[in-house]
């Protein structure tokens, strides 16, 4: 069985992704595959021995985390209690945490709102 299995087959667009965005994306993915994609979860093991003599390190510099509530993602593996509990916020001090209600594509779903908190973030550094 094939993940696509798994996935059910909308009746209709969402509405915030039009017929000839959706083209770019099959045609993209009809020339490449998965493979982009893949190749992050291969690389998984690597980029752990990559970043090993930062582990614990406290992230200095302000950050904003957006996700969103009904990404398929956000529940798996404790994610959504390790982003909400102690650990992440106590290695970014200076951590903001926005909830958006969308799914996986936030930055196409929510575009309006994703700008607004990038904005709103941005404004805290008026320029020198």
Wanted: glycine fraction near 6%; aromatic fraction near 12%.
């Amino acid at each position: 069985m094939e993940i696509i299995d798994y996935l059910e087959t909308p009746s209709r667009l969402p509405p915030w992704i039009t017929e000839e965005e959706l083209q770019v994306y099959a045609d993209k993915f009809q020339e490449s595959g998965f493979t982009g994609a893949l190749n992050y979860y291969r690389a998984l093991d690597l980029n752990w021995e990559l970043t090993a003599p930062w582990q614990g390190s406290k992230i200095r510099v302000p950050v904003k985390f957006m996700v969103a509530e009904n990404d398929i993602g956000f529940d798996i593996n404790g994610i959504r209690q390790y982003i909400e509990g102690n650990v992440f916020r106590n290695l970014i001090p200076d951590l903001e945490v926005v909830m958006l209600d969308g799914h996986h594509y936030l930055q196409q779903e929510k575009h309006h709102q994703v700008s607004e908190e990038i904005l709103s973030f941005l404004a805290k550094f008026p320029p020198e």
